[in-house]
Structure formats: structure tokens, C-alpha cells
């Protein structure tokens, strides 16, 4: 038993020996040949807790921060440079919106709208290729002088002091390669060990940028930061914008004053003001971007195709002209009536007493009217086709009872929403029924379209049929309408942002067939008070069903409404 025991310790003692040297070897190697850079433990001076367990954690923090900075600025950037303009209205009708240049910024909730988001077709930021190895931050066990040793010149080594919620950072960089930088030293208000991991990677990839940068080593440590947020925040709204369809102006003029002064101060860097610039038409500040865009033509180096910059400086141009007041004042007060006689009408439906949503004029050469959100949108040329004010006036109203995304089923359901309210509004003011109506929206809408406004009393042909979608027009330039009517025939894919305006021809002919039953101020009675029964997200299957219900609530299951309601959905397919 004694030589066993004997055998079995002297076994473990050279198993642990063994393992020893493998670690060893292995730590050697690695500190030597493991990496461009590697960083040692942060020295740590007051603070709470032990020093030495937080200065290893905070070097691991440092190098997990440092690539994922990278990764979201190139992921960042990709998606900015990767958006691609609409296609020409005169080319999708039914579910495009005019040239990405003529669109004011926000949500575009119109007739033929699309959304805005800012772009940058530009290379701001080059990627730093600054390999840290974790296992520079390996020196915390036997023997750290020896590994360090190896890697001395390759060492990135920073301290920091607490001093209460403050703490002072300061370290050399030169390990960097970017010559005898200025050292590290900030001071950070609030710290946490996440915070000054942000501070110290942010300053590894601004030293490194401006190395090869004049621009970028202009730049503050702050500036630089506020930088690298403006890219992947403007990317996050335009994410959000793109799918959700949702409002984002806001949000665009919050970016807009922290980068702002940066284009000011630094005029001839030509990227940084396309990017600036993008932002403020975004933002729907076209004086600031018309001014940031003609600042570009005298860059050395364009960040977009001249004749791409001179077409998008003359539609800013435009729009500014029209938002001005430099209108046929004739017609402003043709489409203000428009605007009131829908209010009117509407407050009335929906037992609100909203006020008339404000309405500023496009270029008349802008194909297209839409809700930003806050105001009408329209040109001239559309003062006598009031159906598609009315369709525009309706987008407040239906806000004051659902909260939407607009993409997909969910954004057919809403756009037929206001297909459905202005048809309502038409009768009204036409003193006609469900019997006596034309169902169609936008008599003439043809005629502007392809560029013959002087024809839009004589062409009456109309955008879209509530009694029969898919056969409003079909147009030699334009194609056949493409609106369906039937849910066997949905419409699926990226392409008008799910078939949005082109799905809605759907829920129009339920709500057609409906009324041709029960007559219109019923069918609008039950679909009015089925708006705050959807959610965010409601299709058309759910959709149904919920205005199914609300008819058996309001008038019972066995009525003639509640009937005729669930024949309606049947007719297409729900």
C-alpha cells in the first residue's frame, strides 16, 4: 500500500509538472507570435473590490468592445451605402414613390409613398485592422514578468484611478505603430468598467484612423465619438424606418445637431458632408441640406456622380421654391378646401373634432401626395382630384384609433383604411349612396401621373377601383392596375413594401360588397369602430375577423349586417 500511495503522488506531482510546462510553453508562444498587439491588466488605483481580478477583467472588456466597435461601424456602413433609391413612379403606379431626391424625410404615408432615409455613399471609415490576442491579457499567473517580457514593445498598458464616480484614465499608445502618439489621458464622469472599456477602444480606433487621415486627426476624442454614434444610429432609424414604415424625422434632427458643427467646422472633408448632408433631407431641413450639397461641388473629391449631385441640388431647389409660397395661390385654396371638406366629414365618422391637417405644396413635377406624419404633402396639379386629398386627410383620423406598422398585410390594411374613408367623404359631399357611387378613387390620377395634368379633365380614368380592383387603368406607359382582389391571389415579397398599396385592393372589396348590402353608413360604422380592436401587426385574416366581430357586437350575429359583413370577407377569400 505504501508504494502505491508512493507511486500514485509521485504520478500526480509530474502529471501537474508536466501540465505546468505545457501552459508555459504554450503562454510563451502565444505572448510572443500571438497577435500585432496584445494588453496587459489595467492597473487599477482605488476604486472597490480586488485590483488585480478587475484590471484583467477590464483589459478582456477593452478587447471585446474594441471588435465589436468595429463590427457594428462596418455593418453600419454597409447598410447605408446599400440603400437603393425607389424605382420611377411612372414605372410602379401603384406602389412607388417618386426619385428618393424629390421625397421629403419621415414616414411617407401617401397615396403612392415610400419611406426616406438618410444614405452614405461614401467610405467614412476604413476598417483598423487592430489585432488584440486575449492572450496578451493571459499574464496573471505564474511568472507575468517573463510573458510580459516577450511582448514588451507590443504592449498596450493603461491605469486608472477612482477618485469617488470618477475616473482618470492614462496609458502610451504607441504600440500602435502611429509614431510617438499623444498618451491617453481622459477623465471619466459616472465610470463603470463598461464606460471606460468604450472610452479606451474608441481612442485605439481614432489614433489609428488618423494615422492615415488628415480629417480624423483633426478630430477631438469627443468629435470622433459623436462621429462613430452618428453612423450607427442613423443606421438603426433607417432599419427601423425601412421595415416599420414608421416616423423618423424626429429622430433624424436629433442626429442632425450632434454632427452638424462637425460639417460646419470641417468643410472640406466632401464624405462627411454627403453624410451631413443626407441626415438634414432626412430630417426634412432642406435648407440645410440644399446648402451642405452645393457646398460638395467645389470637393476635390465628389462622394457622388456629378450629374447625380446637380439633379439632386435642383430638386432641393424646387421643393424650397414650392415650400416658400411661390404657388398659384388658386389652387392652394382649391386643395385647403379638399382638406376641409374631408375634416368635416371625417370628425363626424369618428366623433373627433380634429382641426385640418396643415398642407404644404410640392413641385409640381413631384408625382406623388402623401402624410408625413404631421402635414399634407401635394402639388398643384392635383387640385381637381380631391379624392386624393381626401385619402391623405384620412391618415390622422385613423391614428387617433390604431397605431400601425405600415409594411405588409398590416400596411394593406391601413392604406385600404384610407381608400375606404375617402370613398365615404366622396359620397358625402356627392350626396350619393352605396347604390349611386362610382367606387373609384382618383378620377383623372391617370392623366397626372404620366405627365398630362392638362388632360386630367378630359382622362378620368381613376387610380384604383373599390368595385372592381385590378381594372382602374392600363395604360400603355404605366401597365395594367395591379391591385388584386382576392386573398388567393396575394401579393408577396420585398416589392411595395409587401405589396401594400397592391394588397389593399383586398380589403377594398370586402368593404365594397359590404356596403352594397347593408349601405355605406353602416359598413363604415362597423369598420370605424374596428380600428382600436387591432394591434401593431394585424393582417388581413386577423383583420376580418376583427370587423366580422365588431358587427355581431354592434347589431347581433344573426343580422342582416353582421351577415352581410362575413358574405363580404367570403367574397375575397376570408
Known amino acids: 500500500m505504501e508504494i502505491a500511495a508512493k507511486i500514485a503522488v509521485y504520478l500526480t506531482l509530474g502529471v501537474t509538472l508536466l501540465a505546468f510546462n505545457v501552459w508555459y510553453v504554450r503562454a510563451v508562444y502565444q505572448s510572443a507570435t500571438g497577435g500585432d498587439l496584445v494588453i496587459a491588466p489595467v492597473k487599477i488605483v482605488g476604486g472597490t473590490g480586488d485590483a488585480a481580478i478587475a484590471g484583467e477583467t477590464l483589459a478582456r472588456l477593452i478587447i471585446s468592445r474594441l471588435q465589436s466597435l468595429e463590427w457594428d461601424l462596418q455593418q453600419s456602413q454597409s447598410a447605408l451605402r446599400g440603400d437603393s433609391p425607389p424605382g420611377d413612379v411612372a414605372r410602379k403606379a401603384a406602389g412607388a414613390g417618386p426619385p428618393s431626391a424629390a421625397r421629403p424625410g419621415g414616414v411617407t404615408a401617401g397615396i ?279 385619402h391623405e386627410t384620412a391618415w390622422p383620423f385613423i391614428a387617433t384609433k390604431w397605431r400601425f406598422n405600415y409594411v405588409g398585410q398590416t400596411g394593406a390594411l391601413a392604406q385600404s383604411y384610407t381608400d375606404v374613408l375617402a370613398t365615404l367623404v366622396k359620397q358625402t359631399i356627392g350626396k350619393r349612396d352605396a347604390k349611386s357611387a362610382d367606387w373609384t378613387i382618383g378620377p383623372g390620377s391617370i392623366a397626372w401621373i404620366t405627365g398630362k395634368p392638362k388632360d386630367i379633365s378630359t382622362d378620368r380614368r381613376p387610380l384604383r377601383s373599390l368595385k372592381s380592383p385590378g381594372t382602374a387603368y392600363d395604360d400603355p406607359v404605366l401597365g395594367k392596375d395591379p391591385q388584386v382582389n382576392h386573398f388567393s391571389k396575394l401579393v408577396t415579397g420585398p416589392e411595395d413594401s409587401g405589396g401594400i398599396h397592391m394588397n389593399s385592393g383586398i380589403p377594398n372589396k370586402a368593404f365594397y360588397e359590404a356596403a352594397m348590402k347593408i349601405g355605406s353608413e353602416d359598413a363604415s360604422r362597423i369598420w370605424i369602430a374596428s380600428l382600436p380592436k387591432f394591434s401593431e401587426r394585424t393582417d388581413l385574416r386577423s383583420g376580418s375577423q376583427a370587423i366580422y366581430k365588431t358587427a355581431v357586437e354592434l347589431y347581433g350575429e344573426g343580422s342582416a349586417e353582421a351577415r352581410a359583413v362575413k358574405a363580404a370577407w367570403n367574397s375575397v377569400g376570408l
Not at 149 to 169: H, I, N
Not at 192 to 217: C, M, P, Q, Y
Not at 226 to 234: D, F
Open 112 to 390: 403612392l409613398g415610400t419611406p426616406k432615409t438618410a444614405v452614405l455613399n461614401a467610405q467614412l471609415f476604413e476598417p483598423t485592422n487592430i489585432d488584440v490576442k486575449v492572450a496578451g491579457v493571459d499574464v496573471g499567473g505564474l511568472l507575468p514578468g517573463i510573458q510580459r517580457w516577450f511582448v514588451a514593445d507590443r504592449t498596450l498598458a493603461f491605469s486608472v484611478s477612482w477618485e469617488g464616480k470618477t475616473a482618470t484614465v492614462a496609458g502610451s499608445i504607441d504600440a500602435l505603430g502611429v509614431g510617438k502618439a499623444r498618451p491617453v489621458w481622459m477623465s471619466i464622469e459616472n465610470a463603470t468598467a463598461n464606460s471606460i472599456a468604450d472610452a479606451v477602444a474608441l481612442v485605439l480606433i481614432h489614433r489609428r484612423w488618423a494615422k492615415d487621415s488628415v480629417e480624423f486627426g483633426e478630430l477631438e476624442d469627443n468629435e470622433f465619438n459623436q462621429l462613430v454614434v452618428a453612423i450607427n444610429e442613423v443606421a438603426r432609424i433607417n432599419r427601423r424606418v425601412v421595415t416599420y414604415k414608421s416616423i423618423a424625422k424626429a429622430e433624424f434632427e436629433e442626429v442632425l445637431r450632434t454632427v452638424e458643427p462637425l460639417a460646419e467646422r470641417m468643410t472640406g472633408w466632401g464624405e462627411l458632408t454627403y453624410f451631413v448632408a443626407s441626415i438634414a433631407e432626412a430630417a426634412e431641413k432642406y435648407d440645410r441640406a440644399l446648402t451642405l450639397y452645393r457646398r460638395m461641388r467645389s470637393s476635390p473629391k465628389l462622394s457622388l456622380a456629378a450629374g447625380d449631385l446637380a439633379a439632386k441640388i435642383a430638386t432641393l431647389e424646387g421643393i424650397m421654391t414650392t415650400l416658400t409660397g411661390d404657388a398659384n395661390p388658386a389652387a392652394l385654396q382649391k386643395l385647403k378646401k379638399s382638406v376641409n371638406e374631408a375634416t368635416v366629414v371625417l370628425n363626424k365618422l369618428f366623433g373627433v373634432n380634429l382641426p385640418d391637417p396643415e398642407l404644404e405644396l410640392l413641385k409640381d413635377d413631384v408625382l406623388n401626395a402623401y402624410w408625413d406624419g404631421k402635414k399634407i404633402f401635394a402639388p398643384t396639379t392635383i387640385q381637381d382630384i380631391p379624392d386624393i386629398v381626401y
